[in-house]
């Protein structure tokens, strides 16, 4: 179901869901839970995600990607550079899925199935993407695809070191995430943006952010 109003379903619904997915997993079980919790008829429920677990984490994914994007769009206009605005993005974008740490480590074991792969790899994509987007990269070259290419590789890194460990989300540090090149790493959610300057450098350097305008 593609329709906004089926999209804004199952948006209540993954967020219904969260809570007990530390004990449920993503699972119908679950489901008939937050369907419970948010007034809706199970079997309405289920018809929203026929797909399995599988649709469950591409929807969670995609609810905080747009979560995060409401939230960049609501920001006001400043003079960031790109990489800047890349950093702030990705703060935002593990802030969304730090109170769900559990559910994204459930999400990532699902996606870690050889069938779910290529659904991960999407997923990846679509969420670097957003942020790309949002940053006003407008190229149509081939830096298009290795600012993504390099964006997600470090994305993955912090969003693997948040999950697995016990650090706050983005207090990363290179030789932790596995990303050596990023320096230090992001800031905290709550610091100011221009903390982020090792991540940003990092990017400079790679991405040929400078490029962004």
């Not at 995060?68 to 593990?94: G, K």
């Not at 590789?153 to 460990?165: K, N, T």
């Not at 706050?168 to 982020?196: M, W």
């Amino acid at each position: 179901m593609k329709s906004p109003l089926a999209e804004s379903q199952r948006d209540a619904l993954i967020a219904a869901m969260l809570p007990d997915v530390p004990f449920d997993g993503w699972s119908r079980a679950g489901l008939r839970a937050a369907a419970r919790r948010i007034g809706m008829p199970a079997p309405e429920a289920l018809a929203l995600f026929s797909g399995g677990p599988a649709e469950f984490v591409a929807c969670f994914s995609r609810w905080a990607d747009r979560r995060m994007l409401d939230r960049l769009e609501n920001l006001p206009a400043d003079q960031l550079r790109a990489a800047e605005r890349i950093a702030r993005a990705v703060n935002i974008r593990l802030e969304i899925v730090e109170p769900w740490r559990e559910a994204v480590r459930r999400a990532l074991a699902i996606l870690a199935l050889p069938q779910h792969a290529p659904l991960g790899v999407r997923l990846l994509y679509e969420t670097v993407d957003g942020i790309w987007y949002a940053a006003g990269d407008s190229a149509t070259d081939f830096s298009f695809y290795t600012k993504r290419a390099t964006l997600a590789a470090i994305y993955a890194g912090f969003c693997r070191h948040a999950c697995v460990s016990r650090a706050p989300a983005g207090r990363c540090s290179p030789h932790r995430c596995g990303a050596p090149t990023i320096g230090d790493g992001l800031q905290s959610p709550a610091e100011p943006v221009t903390a982020a300057a090792p991540v940003a450098l990092s990017l400079d350097h790679r991405c040929g952010m400078s490029r962004v305008t």
